[in-house]
Structure formats: C-alpha cells, structure tokens
C-alpha cells in the first residue's frame, strides 16, 4: 500500500538501476569541475572532480540522485575506478597543456575504501596517467563510519604514505567529528557547507567555522570552506585564515570545456 508518488519514486528508481548499467559504456557519465582558490593568492590550487550523468530521457541526473543507487547494486566500483582515472588523466593533460598544476580532487564512496584492491588501482591510475601523486586528493565524507580497528584508516594511512593528499569532506556535521579526526590521517578539512551558509546571520556558525580553522592549524592541516557563496562569507574567511575557498562566488561545478575557458581567462588576467 502506497502513495502514488511512492510509487513513482520506485519505479523511476528501478529504472534508473537498469540504465546505469549502460551509462559507463554508453558515455553518459562525465564530471564537472570546481576550482578550489587559494585565499592568500586569489588563485586556483585545485579541481574538484564532480561526476554527472546525462540520461538520454530525463536529462542532467544530479549524483545525490544516482551515486545511492550505484552504491546498492555495487556499480559504484567500477564507476569510482572509470572518475579516478578519468580525473587522473584529465590533471595530468592540464599539466602537459601547460596549465599550472593544482590538485585534483576525487570523491570516494565507503564501498570503494572497502574494496582490497582499492590501493592497487590508485597506484595503477597513477602509473598509467603519469601524475605525480602529491596532485591527486581523495575526499572522504565524515559520514563514512569507521571504527578503531577499521581497515579504511590502515588503507588512507597507506594512500597518504604514497603522498596522496588525503580530505575529509563535510566536516563538522557528523556525530563525533573529532574522534573521526583522530582517526583519520587528514591533510585537508573541507568545512561543511551547513556552517558557511551560516556566516553572518548565526553566530553559532560563525563560532564553528572560527574553531575549525584554528582546530587546523594547530594541526597542521589545510583547511577549506566549501559553499562559499556571498562576498560576506569571503570577506570572513579571509579574515579568519581559512587556506583555501570553493563555491559559487567563485564559480559553479562546469563541464571540461567551460571550465578550461574561465581558468584560460583568469591565468591571462592575472
Ligand atoms: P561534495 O563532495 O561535498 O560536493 C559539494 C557539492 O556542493 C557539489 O554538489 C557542488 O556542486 C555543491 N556546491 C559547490 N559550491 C556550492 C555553493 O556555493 N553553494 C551550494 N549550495 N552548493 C555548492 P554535487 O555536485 O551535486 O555533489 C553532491 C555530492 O555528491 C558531493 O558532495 C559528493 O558527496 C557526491 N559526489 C559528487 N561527485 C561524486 C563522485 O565522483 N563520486 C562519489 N562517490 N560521490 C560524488
Ligand atoms: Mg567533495
Ligand atoms: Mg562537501
């Protein structure tokens, strides 16, 4: 017994499930990039790799949409192997093409930390694509739930050991994030957005962001807002030191061609 929204909502899910499995080999898959801008120098130090699928019927499908599904049916893993190494290929072209290097940064589904042969196809989109690893950054969420003995902490302890710049992505909303913190060997904080939004009309939120990059620093660890929409919020983490900053104020996530465009442009502006 259910609505028929639900239904609908079942439905469209299952058919989505079926036309993933020809989404990988029918080119519909592709990501989109964000920059990620140095506060200090205005400039770009990385590319968020943001993955997009365009079904041929229902058009631009958004990841919150369909990375859940992948994960369910376990197509997130060879979909996670197809983003690295795309977005392993694509940093070192920019690099040959003569753009100056930044890091590439790749989300990562817990099912993929868990997978054993995870470490070996890192190493394997590196060697293949010639990128140095230290342009390669992998984000993790803080949601991903891992316990003392966890084998994810030994395999992104492993991952850093080869100098691949480990991130935990949405910081702070997680249960106990400094616990996670302990655990996780982290060079980069992606502040969540939540808390950004929250810049000038909460001082909770401001309080948060104000504690999580000095939590950082005395860490050692670069940190970074994400969601930075407004010249206040700008304004703010400038004051506070935040390293580095990523949102639409600068710009949206963009496909290849548009996004090679605006950094062609910034590069001869600057
Ligand atoms: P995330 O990694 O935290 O990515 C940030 C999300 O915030 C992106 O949504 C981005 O488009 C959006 N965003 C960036 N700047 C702003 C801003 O100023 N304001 C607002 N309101 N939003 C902003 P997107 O691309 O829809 O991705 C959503 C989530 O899906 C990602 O969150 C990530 O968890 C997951 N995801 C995206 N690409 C991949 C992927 O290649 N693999 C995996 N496993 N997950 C992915
Ligand atoms: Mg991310
Ligand atoms: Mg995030």
Redesign the pocket.
Known sequence: LCSPQIKDKVLETMRLNNDLYRALEGHELEL?Y?PQISSATGEIVGM????RWNHREYGLI???RF?PIAEQSGL?LPI?EW?LSSACAQNKAWQDAGYPPVRIA????IKQLRNPNFIKQVEGALNKTGLEPRYLEL?I?ESCALKDTDDIAQALTALKEMGIQIAI??FGIAFSPLAYLKMVPADIIKID?TFIQGIKTSRIDEAITRSIISLAKSMDINVIA????TVHQHDFLVRELCDEM????YS??MPLKTMEKVWQEKIRGS
Not at 48 to 51: Q, R
Not at 226 to 229: A, I, S, T
């Open positions: 989109y964000q968020e790799a943001l993955i958004p990841p919150a990375i997130i996670g983003i790749v989300n990562l589904s984000e969420m992505d949405d957005q994400e969601g930075v929409e990523q949102g639409f104020y949206k996530p």
